[in-house]
C-alpha cells in the first residue's frame, strides 16, 4: 500500500462488538489531493482490466490527468497501486449491500450480487498482481462474505431464497460463472440469470 497519510488496509479479520473489520483505502484530507487520488484509482481500474496490471504506469498518470510524480507520492510502487483499486473495489461493493438493503428482501440480495459480479471481473484483472500473502485479502474476503450475509438470510427468512445457502457457496457460484469465458456479455447476463434463478425455494 501508501504511504500511511494516503492508503492503508485493514488488517484484522474477526469482529469486535459485532463490528465487521473491513480492508479500507484512506484518502488525503485535502481536495485537490483527494481528487488525484480518486482520479489515479479510476485510471488504474481501467488500465488494470484492459491491459492487465502490467499497465503502464505513465499512461494512468496521464489518463488521471496527473504527473508520473504525483502518482508515486500515492502510490510508491505499482503493488501499492493494485492493492488500493482492488481495496477501494471491495469497499465499494461493501457499500453497495447497504444500499440495497432497503429493497424488497429478493430485490436487494439479486441487486447485490449483480454488483458483486463487476467486482469478480474487477479481481480477474488485478489477481496476477496481488501480493497472495497480504492479510488485505483475508480481510477483504471476509468484508464480501459479512456484506452479502445479511442480505442472504433476510431473503431466507422472507421465503424467496432456499434455506440450504450458505453466502460461501453463494460466492463461489457467481466467482466460477463469471469467471468463464463467454461468446458475448449477453450470454453471460442469462447464465449468471439461470444460476441466481436457482437460489430461489423449489416449488413442490
Given at each position: 500500500m501508501?504511504?500511511a497519510?494516503?492508503t492503508?488496509?485493514g488488517?484484522?479479520t474477526?469482529?469486535v462488538?459485532?463490528?465487521?473489520a473491513?480492508?479500507t483505502?484512506?484518502?488525503?484530507?485535502?481536495?485537490?489531493?483527494?481528487?488525484?487520488?480518486d482520479a489515479?484509482?479510476a485510471?488504474?481500474?481501467?488500465?488494470?482490466a484492459?491491459n492487465?496490471?502490467?499497465a503502464s504506469?505513465e499512461?494512468i498518470a496521464?489518463?488521471a490527468?496527473?504527473?508520473?510524480?504525483t502518482l508515486?507520492?500515492?502510490?510508491?510502487?505499482?503493488?501499492a497501486?493494485v492493492?488500493?483499486?482492488?481495496?477501494?473495489?471491495?469497499?465499494?461493493?461493501v457499500r453497495a449491500?447497504s444500499?440495497?438493503?432497503?429493497l424488497e428482501?429478493?430485490?436487494a440480495?439479486d441487486t447485490w450480487?449483480?454488483?458483486f459480479i463487476?467486482?469478480?471481473g474487477t479481481k480477474?484483472?488485478?489477481?496476477?498482481g496481488?501480493?497472495?500473502d497480504?492479510?488485505?485479502l483475508?480481510?477483504c474476503?471476509?468484508?464480501?462474505y459479512?456484506?452479502?450475509e445479511?442480505?442472504?438470510?433476510r431473503?431466507?427468512a422472507?421465503?424467496?431464497?432456499?434455506e440450504?445457502?450458505?453466502i460461501?457457496?453463494?460466492?463461489?457460484m457467481?466467482?466460477?460463472i463469471?469467471?468463464?469465458?463467454?461468446d458475448?456479455d449477453?450470454?453471460?447476463?442469462?447464465v449468471?440469470?439461470?444460476?441466481?434463478?436457482?437460489?430461489?425455494?423449489?416449488?413442490?
Open positions: 501508501g504511504t497519510e494516503q492503508s488496509a488488517t484484522e474477526g469482529t462488538a459485532g463490528t465487521v473491513t480492508a483505502v484512506t484518502r488525503p484530507q485535502r481536495a485537490d489531493a483527494r481528487r488525484n487520488f489515479l484509482l485510471a488504474a481500474r481501467d488500465g488494470f484492459a492487465g496490471t502490467s504506469l499512461e496521464r489518463q490527468g496527473v504527473g508520473i510524480g508515486y507520492r500515492n502510490f510508491p510502487t505499482r503493488d497501486l492493492e488500493a483499486v482492488y481495496v477501494d473495489e471491495v469497499e465499494s461493493v449491500a444500499e440495497a438493503a432497503s428482501p429478493w430485490d440480495f450480487l449483480h454488483r463487476t467486482y469478480v480477474k484483472a488485478l489477481v496476477d496481488l501480493n497472495k497480504s492479510p488485505v483475508l480481510t474476503r471476509t468484508s464480501l459479512s456484506a452479502g445479511p442480505l442472504l438470510k431473503a431466507q422472507a421465503g424467496v431464497v432456499r440450504d445457502t450458505e460461501g457457496d453463494v460466492v463461489r457467481i466467482s466460477g463469471a469467471s468463464v469465458a463467454f458475448d449477453a450470454q453471460r447476463d442469462r449468471i440469470d439461470l444460476a441466481v434463478d436457482g437460489l430461489r425455494p423449489v416449488r413442490r
